[in-house]
């Protein structure tokens, strides 16, 4: 069987844009908004202001997750459909969709509604707890699209 080069192209890029946005995200955004008393020096933001920002962020950046999440899955389908089966594409492809739409579908949403409800309900240990398990989501999936990605390729340059 033929392979379209665009399509496998177009993949290699979704893969290879979503781990760099995923690293400028966590390693320069988060950052700078969380620690602008250093950047700026007549408006500071608090936590709580901070906070809303990379909320936001965050919430549009789902959409993308979204995205990746379905282009992944539709796919790694096909290509297992057409005999490419692989036991670290599979594991990754699956940690690449399901973080994606744990950090999209179940985190974000969460601390949005617990940012709605004001500075108390982002200062509880609940907050924190969701918090700490969307930065390790972002960890894991960050690893996953790298380990997909690499595996993709070496498979790609062998057939």
């Given at each position: 069987?033929?392979?379209?080069?665009?399509?496998?192209?177009?993949?290699?890029?979704?893969?290879?844009?979503?781990?760099?946005?995923?690293?400028v995200l966590g390693t320069i955004v988060a950052p700078i908004v969380f620690n602008t008393d250093k950047i700026l020096y007549s408006i500071l933001l608090d936590n709580y202001n901070a906070g809303i920002i990379m909320g936001e962020i965050f919430r549009r950046f789902s959409y993308w997750l979204y995205f990746l999440a379905f282009f992944v899955a539709i796919y790694e389908l096909l290509m297992y459909k057409n005999g490419q089966r692989d036991a670290i594409i599979f594991g990754s492809s699956v940690t690449v969709v399901f973080s994606a739409l744990m950090f999209s579908a179940v985190y974000s949403p969460k601390i949005l509604s617990m940012q709605i409800l004001g500075v108390e309900a982002t200062q509880s240990d609940t907050f924190k707890n969701i918090h700490l398990a969307s930065e390790l989501d972002f960890k894991i999936?960050?690893?996953?699209?790298?380990i997909l990605f690499i595996r993709r390729l070496m498979l790609l340059r062998l057939s």
């Amino acid at each position: 069987m033929k392979r379209n080069i665009y399509i496998d192209f177009t993949y290699f890029t979704l893969l290879a844009a979503s781990f760099g946005a995923v690293l400028v995200l966590g390693t320069i955004v988060a950052p700078i908004v969380f620690n602008t008393d250093k950047i700026l020096y007549s408006i500071l933001l608090d936590n709580y202001n901070a906070g809303i920002i990379m909320g936001e962020i965050f919430r549009r950046f789902s959409y993308w997750l979204y995205f990746l999440a379905f282009f992944v899955a539709i796919y790694e389908l096909l290509m297992y459909k057409n005999g490419q089966r692989d036991a670290i594409i599979f594991g990754s492809s699956v940690t690449v969709v399901f973080s994606a739409l744990m950090f999209s579908a179940v985190y974000s949403p969460k601390i949005l509604s617990m940012q709605i409800l004001g500075v108390e309900a982002t200062q509880s240990d609940t907050f924190k707890n969701i918090h700490l398990a969307s930065e390790l989501d972002f960890k894991i999936l960050a690893t996953a699209l790298l380990i997909l990605f690499i595996r993709r390729l070496m498979l790609l340059r062998l057939s």
